[in-house]
């Protein structure tokens, strides 16, 4: 996939493995879903047995009234089929869904701990096709499809059973069709497995040509290519479609294999009950019982043949979630040392993303316990690249980052976001009471702290709600702007009150009207905070108490903002520039 780097896929072996695992850790719902079923499918038998005794006992002239009993049996064992088969059908949905949802949950909280130059190489597409399409396949299945190859699975040994219970020849010659079904699936299945990982990947890569061109759809439009986006689209969807045409042409090649085999064992079912009657081995009504088993298990092996079609497509997906799982932990030594400080050191820091190119060049840098640095330059120069690394949100090719003394790589990750916070510009509100938006960083925090952090950073207009903090708040509730979205994320900054806070162009969004505000709001947030600045604007570096200038990766200048305009440097040059710019406006 052309500029991005999907997350890996497991392996089948992994996958069973995972998936045994899963039913091993849920065994008395799995060993009462097998009893529910051995149970349905021997009711299922009987009518058919029954059946056979009847055809004997007519053929020896027994009375009328032998119907009643026949009638009776098959009554009892129809309503005693019925109740199994729907409590075992439940048992495996309800088993399933218990699976699927641990599975859902693992996966976005490993996803939620991902490096973000990991995500962002992946494409927010493949993992979003992941836990949106690759779950409902899966949900599909566990709900339709795995009940049904259960119950099939089982009457099909059951059924065997009884063939072989009425005569063993009988049975054997039933047996026949075995062959033949192998065959079938030893030619479906080699062809169809890789069509249906592809089907998955074609459909992460639609979902990720479409994500984009949504996120990006104002700059489509203000550049005029949406026909450029429309054809990419356009292109995944039809790679998608034509892999989907091509494993329904495959699958119908299947199931007439499929018929095949039903008919050659039928046929040798009723050639040797011929012949075994005829020299009086068995009796014409077990004769019948056997072909009327073997008939019956058209539709349970149809099923399970052409289910094949439904289980490798869940298959695939599994694979593709337990590949979200199975992702490597950038390698740490926890120690159990925490940070006596916010002291920040990087040492040694280099970084590429794609293994060739570096972005950062062995920089080394110190922030003092309490200090506030902005970084500034160009485009490209490796500001933001830089506060991730410092935030742990990217792991450095090279080199080491303290926090406090100690390593970001001796810290466990949830002790990483205990000591350090990140603010960007993009900031996501989410759906629900406001309150518990803020909670986010303090689930414990009480109605005062809230209000408290909310007055920190100047956020009065929450007294404005028709709710207060208890309003509804994001999709489906009230929208916030950008700048009030900002203020939530500062206040739980204050809430979450870590050591190190990291702002990356955390007000660039506001606009030239609510810029003054939140930079007041960010100054107040990171009171008392060692604090690194990603400056979108540079009267963010005037009030720090360094600016640190890079380009290429490497730190050209640093200072304090009136000792670099004096130099005459780059940063002088950045200056004028912004400062020409206001005068413009």
């Not at 794609?354 to 485009?379: K, M, R």
């Not at 490209?380 to 080199?399: M, N, Q, Y």
């Amino acid at each position: 996939m052309t500029g991005t780097d999907l997350l890996p896929i497991a392996s089948g072996g992994r996958s069973g493995r995972f998936l045994l695992r899963e039913l091993a850790g849920h065994r008395a719902a799995t060993l009462g879903a097998v009893v529910l079923g051995i149970v349905a499918a021997a009711a299922t038998v009987v009518p058919v047995y029954v059946f056979g005794v009847l055809v004997d006992r007519v053929t020896e002239g027994a009375p009328a009234s032998t119907i009643v009993g026949v009638v009776a049996v098959i009554v009892v064992a129809a309503v005693v089929g019925g109740v199994f088969t729907g409590l075992g059908a439940y048992t495996v949905a309800l088993l399933g869904e218990r699976i699927l949802a641990s599975l859902r949950e693992r996966v976005v909280a490993r996803a939620l701990t991902l490096p973000v130059d990991r995500l962002d190489r992946a494409g927010r597409g493949d993992l979003l096709s992941r836990v949106g399409d690759d779950v409902a396949v899966m949900a599909k299945s566990l709900s339709e499809v795995v009940p049904q190859i259960l119950a099939a699975v089982l009457l099909v040994v059951v059924s065997i059973a009884a063939m072989l219970g009425v005569d063993w020849r009988l049975g054997l010659a039933g047996m026949v069709a075995i062959p033949l079904y192998v065959m079938a699936l030893r030619w479906y299945l080699p062809r169809s497995a890789p069509l249906y990982a592809s089907e998955r990947v074609a459909m992460g890569e639609r979902a990720q040509a479409l994500v984009s061109s949504m996120q990006g759809a104002r700059t489509v439009r203000a550049y005029g290519v949406e026909s450029e986006h429309l054809s990419r689209i356009d292109a995944a969807s039809a790679g998608a479609r034509d892999i989907a045409v091509t494993v329904f042409r495959l699958f119908t090649r299947f199931g007439s294999r499929s018929n095949r085999a039903e008919c050659v064992g039928l046929s040798v079912v009723l050639l040797a009950g011929f012949l075994l009657v005829r020299d009086g081995s068995v009796t014409v009504g077990e004769t019948t019982a056997a072909a009327l088993l073997f008939h019956r298990l058209f539709n349970p092996i149809g099923m399970l043949m052409y289910s094949f079609d439904d289980v490798q497509s869940a298959g695939a997906s599994l694979a593709r979630l337990v590949g979200v799982l199975d992702l490597p932990d950038a390698p740490r030594t926890v120690t159990g040392r925490e940070p006596g400080s916010g002291r920040v050191e990087l040492v040694g820091i280099r970084h590429s993303y794609d293994g060739v190119h570096e972005v950062i060049h062995g920089l080394d840098l110190t922030v003092a316990n309490g200090e506030t640095v902005a970084l500034v330059g160009s485009t490209g120069a490796g500001k933001s690249t830089l506060a991730a690394i410092v935030a742990g949100s990217t792991e450095p090719t090279a080199g080491t980052v303290r926090i406090g003394g100690v390593p970001l790589t001796e810290l466990a990750a949830d002790r990483v976001r205990r000591h350090v916070a990140v603010v960007s510009q993009e900031v996501h509100v989410f759906a629900g009471p406001l309150i518990d938006d803020l909670r986010l960083a303090a689930p414990d925090a009480s109605d005062d702290e809230v209000q408290a952090a909310l007055d920190r950073v100047g956020a009065g207009w929450v007294a404005d709600l028709p709710d207060w903090v208890h309003t509804v708040v994001g999709e489906g509730g009230l929208a916030l702007t950008a700048a009030r979205a900002q203020h939530v994320a500062l206040a739980r900054l204050v809430l979450a009150d870590p050591a190190v806070a990291v702002l990356d162009e955390a007000t660039a969004e506001a606009g030239s009207a609510g810029a003054r505000d939140l930079e007041d709001a960010a100054r107040a947030a990171t009171r008392g905070r060692t604090t690194i600045v990603v400056a979108h604007r540079l009267t963010q570096a005037a009030a720090a108490d360094r600016v640190v200038v890079l380009e290429h990766g490497r730190i050209v200048e640093q200072g304090s903002h009136d000792d670099l305009v004096r130099a005459g440097g780059r940063y002088h040059d950045l200056w004028s520039a912004w400062s020409r710019s206001l005068a413009d406006r």
